[in-house]
């Protein structure tokens, strides 16, 4: 696709659910960056892809927050035994890797709510 | 690891004045980039700054890179309505390195 693709749009589960949302990068992209955005909030970062290499995951808050990418292209973040403080709207970013060329291109992101 | 600061974390203007928002980096950038995100939307990229001492302007808007490429600033001349939302840096330490972003600045404007 043109964009960033992220589903879904909205999520509200009940505490103690497992959620996954999904990210879709521009085709071509090998940089695959989560974010967590709480209200009114900066950016947190989560996990970082880049192509073959081990995930830069020293984001993650907990055990509980995991993530893969599958054949270099769509990723998943899965929350485990959801709490209320996990209420936020997750972003997903993609880019190219070489310097020149590493603009990032952010989704419409996920809004999760626990309720 | 690397950290990106940003200053100040809100500022309120009335509009027509100027604003100007701080980025300072813990170590030494390849390269620097500024993003808006709109209330309720989603960063969008503004530009990226490469060359130290470098200058760039889009209409109102000047980002400046420092001399040493660890901070950068961003200028908009006579605020408008428009201009309102959160502006982020995001440093590259080094080839390959991903990004880090700064912590933000939101910026409202009173009509």
């Known amino acids: 696709g043109a964009g960033v693709s992220q589903s879904p749009s909205n999520k509200v589960t009940e505490k103690g659910k497992d959620v996954e949302l999904r990210c879709d990068p521009i085709?071509?992209?090998?940089?695959l960056y989560w974010y967590r955005q709480s209200l009114g909030q900066g950016l947190e970062f989560l996990i970082y892809f880049q192509g073959n290499s081990a995930p830069d995951k020293s984001g993650l808050p907990s055990d509980r927050f995991s993530a893969e990418r599958t054949g270099g292209s769509v990723s998943t973040l899965t929350i485990q035994r959801t709490q209320q403080e996990d209420s936020a709207v997750y972003l997903c970013a993609s880019s190219f890797a070489y310097s020149g060329a590493n603009v990032l291109t952010f989704g419409a992101g996920s809004r999760l709510t626990v309720l | 690891g690397q950290q990106v600061m940003q200053i100040p974390q809100y500022q309120h203007v009335q509009e027509g004045e100027d604003f100007t928002t701080y980025c300072n980096s813990s170590?030494?950038?390849?390269?620097i980039q500024w993003y808006k995100q709109r209330p309720g939307g989603h960063p969008v990229f503004l530009i990226q700054l490469v060359k130290s001492g470098e200058v760039k302007k889009q209409k109102r808007l000047t980002f400046q890179f420092g001399e040493a490429k660890k901070n950068s600033s961003l200028h908009i001349t006579a605020t408008q309505t428009t201009d309102v939302g959160t502006y982020f840096c995001a440093g590259r330490a080094g080839a390959g390195n991903m990004l880090t972003f700064g912590g933000g600045t939101r910026l409202m404007v009173k009509p």
């Open positions: 085709s071509g992209h090998t940089a």
């Open positions: 170590t030494t950038l390849s390269n």
